[in-house]
């Protein structure tokens, strides 16, 4: 068994790392205006516990609107930012690379409150799970935390105020806007678990 986590430097995944400890980390650059930030991050985070770090660089701008491309909102869009079908592209982005480092496991951040979207649900994961093992040799998807909330994968994960404070989960920009829906995420669970980041670096 080798595994892969899709390690975006956002809390969620960040806190995986530090639960799972896997053998590989991939984050991609897909043209999200934060993705030095995330990249910063996952790279910090994986100098930290000794994890192999692969960034991907795939420039998807043309096909995202909102607040992650720097553009206006689609009008048909479910929210302020949108990749329409993002996780199942990330997926099989990081699959390309994993699956050519011998990774038999790849591992993705969701956790329980993404299930208001689709792609967010155990449902999803099992069925991109499956559609992974069916085209090339039997890797699978796994969502580690998909049972969890942030603030419980964060407890149980043994990160520390210094590994969590380089998360970045601004959907705006490499510098936290502190106003998008990934800020406010951010900032409700500090609070919700106690910790003081002005202390932690």
């Known amino acids: 068994m080798k595994t892969a986590l899709l390690l975006s430097g956002g809390m969620d995944s960040i806190a995986i790392a530090w639960w799972k400890r896997p053998d590989i980390a991939l984050t991609l650059d897909y043209g999200q205006h934060a993705a030095e930030a995330e990249i910063k991050a996952a790279s910090v985070t994986c100098q930290t516990l000794g ?55 790849l591992w993705i951040g969701t956790v329980k409150s993404d299930e208001t979207h689709l792609d967010g649900t155990s449902g999803f994961v099992s069925r991109i799970s499956d559609l992974m093992a069916f085209q090339e040799s039997g890797m699978v998807v796994e969502a580690p935390a998909i049972e969890l909330s942030t603030s419980e994968l964060i407890r149980i994960s043994d990160i520390t105020p210094g590994g969590l404070a380089w998360a970045h989960s601004c959907h705006k920009a490499n510098i936290p806007c502190g106003s998008c829906r990934g800020c406010n995420k951010y900032f409700q669970v500090l609070d919700d678990i106690g910790y003081d980041l002005d202390r932690s670096r």
Do not use: F
């Open 51 to 105: 994890i192999e770090h692969h960034v991907i660089r795939i420039d998807c701008r043309s096909l995202g609107s909102g607040d992650m491309a720097g553009t206006e909102a689609d009008p048909n869009a479910p929210s302020s930012d949108w990749w329409p079908y993002r996780n199942q592209m990330l997926i099989s982005l990081a699959a390309m690379k994993a699956i050519t480092l011998g990774v038999t496991h």
